[in-house]
């Protein structure tokens, strides 16, 4: 945050040197979907940047009733940065939402829960500072086609590096070079056909304000990644969504679609987002221990062993779609085993290699990209700070090739996994929440787990599908 202005006179005055003709206040919903209002640069006042604006909470799904639905949105003006993609010049302006019933943050907004999260970590005496790196992996497709009926239900994506389209007819030739299944990872061109659709991605994120690190092919026919540098708990949840607008935007006006969906393709990887994290006091690393397994301190192993006592609760959070559950399935290097490792991707938790104290973290391999960052990273920080007041001890270290692991041996071992489905998860929630109650409120929880069952769970598991149909149709 800061990169462009860092209070009201810088705002106006940044708007000026662009000739700014449009204010762009955007916010995060429960889904992590953004919603906006955009306002003429004449009409944006200082009272107005400093005390809120007016919207109607009751239209956004499961916020306020419609007798209580007047809200403000509260400009954080330091994260404002220039749309790229307007035809008239636009700055963009992440809010929280303000209830003028408790006056207070609302308890239903994703970014200020990430921000009473955050005063949790202060208050609790344990850190200072939480920094959290997502790794987001997206599809780039080029047609998709989605039908659900009464009658029928299909839906239909297609790539050009999918090898489904080696006899395809094509206006200037088949060239054939293509990522095969599991065959993506790191070609040069021809094979990946992304090079320069992704280097657009690059300049653009870089654009708005992200430190772009890297960007490659991922494993996955079609799939892709673009590494940019982490941040603290809020910054990188504002990341998150900056780069997804982005990918997407970028896609779009090249005539392709972007999807952070987990798994879009049967049979082929699907696309996580791995999430390194650390906590700091007084500017040292307190997951550091030199000489310790990884360099990993007593505190960071609580930490992590109090993600995984309370993995059902957090994976309705970090994992909070029917189809996250598919991703998360032996063989495609989606780990749901609930160990640790050090260097080893096989393990739901990696402790990546770094030799000094600013490189010691954990990277907790199972969150997707269908989370809301915001709550995401503040359901994975609250629940390992639960850890360390707890000092709950994950299983582990396994060294192993985790992959190779049958299910009776998973058993044998009494290896903890992480829930099968988000039905799983959101019944986790219900009887295991305690551990959020210090940011969360009981409404919010209560809100959140009716939503996920009525949009997500109840939807998908009352639809036959196709392989049903197919498996079961002659019985």
């Known amino acids: 945050m800061g990169k462009f202005v860092k209070n009201i006179d810088e705002f106006y005055k940044f708007c000026e040197e662009n000739e700014v003709q449009f204010v762009d206040f955007r916010f995060t919903d429960l889904k992590g979907m953004w919603h906006h209002v955009s306002y003429r640069m004449s009409a944006v006042s200082a009272s107005m940047l400093e005390n809120g604006l007016p919207f109607d909470g009751s239209s956004i799904e499961a916020w306020q009733p419609i007798n209580r639905s007047d809200m403000l949105l509260k400009p954080d003006v330091p994260t404002a940065f220039l749309d790229p993609f307007t035809a008239d010049s636009t700055i963009i302006v992440i809010c929280d939402v303000y209830d003028i019933y408790k006056n207070d943050l609302y308890e239903k907004c994703p970014r200020s829960i990430a921000k009473k999260a955050l005063q949790h970590l202060e208050n609790a005496g344990i850190g200072d500072a939480a920094y959290f790196g997502p790794e987001n992996e997206f599809f780039i497709f080029e047609d998709v086609k989605i039908k659900l ?146 360099n990993l301190s007593e505190m960071a192993l609580h930490y992590l062993g109090g993600i995984f006592k309370h993995s059902a609760a957090v994976a309705a959070f970090t994992n909070p779609s029917t189809n996250s559950y598919k991703r998360l399935i032996p063989g495609f290097e989606a780990p749901s085993i609930l160990t640790y490792s050090s260097q080893n991707r096989s393990a739901s938790c990696r402790i990546p290699y770094g030799a000094g104290e600013g490189a010691t973290r954990i990277e907790t391999r199972f969150p997707d990209s269908t989370s809301c960052p915001y709550l995401c990273f503040a359901v994975l920080m609250l629940a390992g700070l639960d850890g360390i007041k707890n000092k709950n001890v994950p299983v582990g270290p396994m060294d192993e090739d985790l992959f190779e692991l049958s299910l009776d041996e998973i058993r044998e071992k009494h290896i903890p996994q992480m829930p099968h489905t988000l039905r799983e998860a959101v019944e986790g929630l219900i009887a295991d929440h305690g551990f959020l109650m210090p940011v969360m409120t009981k409404e919010f929880i209560d809100t959140y787990q009716h939503y996920q069952f009525e949009r997500q769970v109840w939807p998908d598991e009352a639809r036959p599908t196709p392989f049903e149909i197919r498996s079961t149709y002659s019985c």
């Open 149 to 294: 009926a009464v009658n029928e239900s299909y839906y239909r994506v297609d790539t050009v590096d999918g090898e489904w389209n080696d006899d395809k007819d094509m206006e200037f030739g088949n060239m054939g070079h293509r990522a095969r299944t599991k065959g993506g990872y790191f070609p040069v061109m021809p094979i990946d056909s992304g090079v320069d659709l992704r280097a657009e991605m690059m300049q653009v994120l870089e654009d708005v304000g992200l430190e772009v690190v890297l960007g490659h092919h991922e494993v996955a026919q079609g799939q892709h990644e673009i590494g940019v540098k982490f941040g603290t708990l809020v910054e990188a949840a504002d990341n998150v969504q900056k780069l997804k607008y982005v990918i997407k935007m970028v896609a779009h006006l090249n005539g392709k679609s972007a999807t952070f969906m987990p798994k879009p393709l049967y049979g082929d990887n699907g696309n996580g987002m791995h999430v390194h994290q650390s906590i700091w006091k007084d500017g040292k690393n307190l997951f550091y221990k030199q000489g310790e397994y990884g």
